[in-house]
């Protein structure tokens, strides 16, 4: 039998595992661990201890979730880091919850500046704009700093190369991780900012030196760069990560404590400050470092893979002490750490604050990653390469040593993992945090504000807005993944013909098969700021065009293919460039209507046809279309024309006479039925092939309706007989043109009449 722990924690839909009343001694409650014990002991339990850990967590019980997945590893279960991705978001929600941390789905207003990076917030050097459209530097994607776009957490495109080490899969898109530059937006960058794309140039010369491992040389160049510019923070990160390859982790430390004394709310730089003590052996202190980043980016991605393999080594069997058993979070036992070469910081009382780790417990408590410290280069390279020995580490203690939820806390918990909240935090030069509202300014603010400010007029270039295809204004701009830019409807109507960029030549099947065209929104966001005149007059040319394309009457676009009747439906499937651009703009324009008509070899096509309805569109990956349409109103051609490939033509609609006298009404009704008979009768005699395949395509035929004259075109079951009998077209448009329903009815009967002698031969 199982323990009654593991049976309870399990996912059978039980009244505790959906949230309901707890024992005190339930399992989740505090003090579970003898039970996890006795069920880890069983064969085969380990994947419920799992499962518990993960519903623990998810309720706010997070020591309890700790005791679940140590005791699952002790049963030997195969536990990679990913699998603590729930338990990582649950400690960073409450975390954020603790010490009163804000994360914002965007920067705040302003606070970005022109030309900014969404992702680092730095200069937009070499931008590249993402499926969902917003952009960002290279530098970010490159090192996959980010898993989801900042603004509308769309899924970011992986990276070529594995970043931060680490191996990962091959790329979805080739075009999309080659990370092309976008050409309209890095023209901008070079034009409006020489400068700042210079020292960007700059920096990225010295991030492929440290992708490389050439530290030396990536320090020598850092620091010339830092004397020509000693205010640029990315230089200082990129000095930190110099001397952090060289071991030299107090010179790093001192250099990204000085960009968080500027900017204390930048995710990276606590990322980047976590991986120097990850790497000089703090755990604990990088642990806190990673949830700090977290709490401040909720998808700042190589943080949270940190989070996973540490907390993955800290519960693993040989670091975690048998039975996890006492009731308190300040009571856990010490986690130790593998060996790595560097005492551990809760062993040695004066190390932390000399390395700028911590500054009195009373600021600690507000704010868990301090911000200056001041150790000598020797007293720091004393510390470093002192003996290995074995040291114990507190780092889940500290980590997790959190009060257990309120009920409020947890429903908020249970009902999204990671809250995205209306607010940001930044911190004091106290190192304190404080919460900002967004709409107000911060130093941070300033500095981008100063760096990527206005641009004079004299720079401001319609032509540098224009688009390559219809040489006007961009309206609606995407940018494809080879990085040119176009207007959409312009992008479209090339890829009609061909899936390849109009510009480059590069295959776009890929970006064609997804048919997002995400605007690009820095691009729109320049053109409302600059060129707001230039615009008002390119939106009123498009309102002129659409309103063009929305008559119902005038220069309708004509579908030249078959017959069409009322009510009936009609399936099509468009491959021409022509019908692809007269389907889109139907559905564009918002009437989703066009005509239908036969050819015609004097006039092109015919002089009636009728009005299709479209229901819906499905999008092959090659650009062709299957459209769902039926039929509506019968029409009669007046004008033809032409407009982009496909036919036009202005027309009037068709409605049934209506007769009012009485004796005619009841002659029309007994031919009605008597027509309605035939037709049923013949329609049962068919043979079973003929008739599956006629309700397959057209389906059931319609009741007989009892006010033969309620609608123009009179009715349904005369059309749907009509499509489904073998009649020549010229026959059938003869009907069709008709606007007598007694008429009507003899034409159906004489074909009825014929085809039935036929079915007795």
């Known amino acids: 039998m199982s323990s009654p722990a593991v049976a309870r924690a399990s996912p059978g ?29 069983e064969p085969g339990r380990w994947e419920l201890l799992l499962r518990r850990g993960e519903l623990l967590a998810l309720g706010g019980h997070l020591k309890g979730a700790l005791e679940a997945f140590a005791a699952a590893l002790r049963r030997g279960a195969p536990v990679r880091p990913e699998r603590l991705r729930t338990l990582v978001d649950c400690l960073v929600f409450s975390y954020r919850l603790r010490h009163g941390l804000r994360w914002s789905a965007a920067p705040a207003a302003g606070a970005a500046g022109l030309l900014s990076c969404l992702g680092c917030r730095g200069f937009l050097s070499e931008p590249v704009t993402v499926p969902c459209g917003h952009s960002y530097c290279r530098r970010c994607l490159r090192r996959e700093l980010r898993a989801r776009c900042r603004l509308c957490r769309d899924r970011l495109p992986p990276a070529a190369a594995a970043s931060e080490g680490t191996p990962r899969p091959p790329p979805l898109a080739a075009a999309i991780a080659d990370f092309r530059t976008s050409v309209v937006l890095n023209h901008l960058a070079e034009k409006w900012f020489p400068g700042q794309r210079e020292r960007a140039r700059a920096a990225g010369r ?14 020598a160049a850092a620091c010339d760069a830092l004397r020509a510019e000693p205010s640029d923070l990315t230089l200082k990160i990129y000095r930190a990560e110099s001397y952090a390859g060289l071991q030299e982790f107090k010179a790093a430390l001192e250099d990204l404590n000085a960009v968080l004394f500027q900017l204390p709310n930048w995710p990276e730089v606590y990322f980047r400050k976590g991986k120097v003590l990850q790497d000089a052996g703090y755990l604990g202190d990088a642990l806190q470092l990673f949830l700090q980043c977290l709490a401040l980016d909720e ?17 693993s069997p040989e670091n975690v002490k048998e039975g996890l058993k006492e009731s308190s979070w300040s009571s856990l036992p010490c986690i130790k750490n593998k060996p790595l070469g560097f005492p551990s910081v809760m062993e040695q009382p004066h190390a932390p604050a000399e390395l700028g780790l911590k500054q009195t417990e009373e600021q600690a408590e507000d704010a868990p990653e301090p911000v200056k410290g001041s150790l000598n280069r020797a007293q720091s390279a004393q510390a470093i390469n002192a003996a290995a020995v074995p040291a114990r580490e507190d780092g889940l203690k500290r980590v997790c040593s959190e009060p257990l939820l309120s ?14 909240l209306e607010q940001d935090v930044i911190m004091n030069e106290d190192g304190r945090n404080k919460l900002k509202k967004q709409g107000e300014s911060s130093s941070e603010d300033c500095m981008f504000s100063i760096a990527y400010g206005d641009i004079p007029e004299e720079l401001i270039d319609v032509s540098d807005f224009e688009c390559s295809l219809c040489m006007r204004l961009f309206f609606e701009p995407v940018t494809t993944p080879c990085g040119h830019s176009f207007c959409k409807n312009c992008l479209e109507r090339c890829l009609d013909h061909a899936p390849y960029c109009p510009l480059c030549k590069e295959s776009l099947k890929e970006y064609l098969a997804d048919r997002r065209y995400c605007v690009t929104q820095l691009l729109e966001e320049l053109i409302v700021k600059y060129l707001p005149d230039e615009l008002s007059e390119r939106k009123k040319i498009y309102d002129e065009e659409t309103a063009e394309l929305s008559h119902l009457t005038k220069n309708v676009p004509i579908f030249v293919c078959t017959m069409a009747y009322p009510t009936v439906p009609c399936p099509l499937h468009v491959f021409e460039p022509r019908y692809r651009l007269m389907i889109r703009r139907s559905i564009q324009t918002g009437t989703k209507q066009f005509g239908m008509c036969v050819s015609d070899t004097q006039n092109s096509f015919a002089d009636y046809g009728c009005m299709l309805q479209i229901r819906n569109v499905h999008f092959l990956p090659d650009g062709r279309s299957v459209v769902d349409t039926v039929g509506g109103k019968r029409f009669r051609v007046l004008k033809r024309g032409m407009k982009d490939g496909y036919c036009t033509a202005d027309i009037e609609y068709l409605e049934d006479v209506k007769i009012e006298n009485g004796e005619e009404i009841r002659s029309l009704t007994e031919l009605h039925n008597s027509v309605y008979s035939q037709a049923c009768s013949w329609f049962q005699n068919l043979r079973d092939r003929f008739r599956s395949q006629i309700l397959q395509h057209f389906g059931s035929m319609p009741e007989r309706e009892e006010n033969l004259q309620a609608t123009p075109n009179g009715p349904a079951w005369c059309w749907w007989l009509l499509a489904v009998l073998p009649v020549d077209p010229r026959y059938q448009l003869s009907v069709l043109s008709m606007k007598s329903l007694e008429e009507r009815l003899t034409k159906i009967q004489h074909i009825l009449t014929y085809f039935s002698r036929d079915q007795s031969k």
Do not use: T
């Open 13 to 41: 839909g039980n009244r505790e595992a959906a949230g309901g009343p707890r024992s005190r001694n339930g399992p989740w409650e505090v003090g579970g661990g003898e039970r996890l014990e006795r069920a880890s002991a």
């Open 206 to 219: 010295l991030g492929e030196l440290l992708h490389e491992g050439r530290y030396r040389e990536a320090l």
């Open 299 to 315: 998808d700042f991605a190589p943080a949270k893979l940190q989070v996973e393999k540490i907390l993955c080594d800290l519960l």
């Open 407 to 420: 009920a409020q806390g947890k429903g908020v918990l249970l009902k999204r993992k990671l809250s995205l």
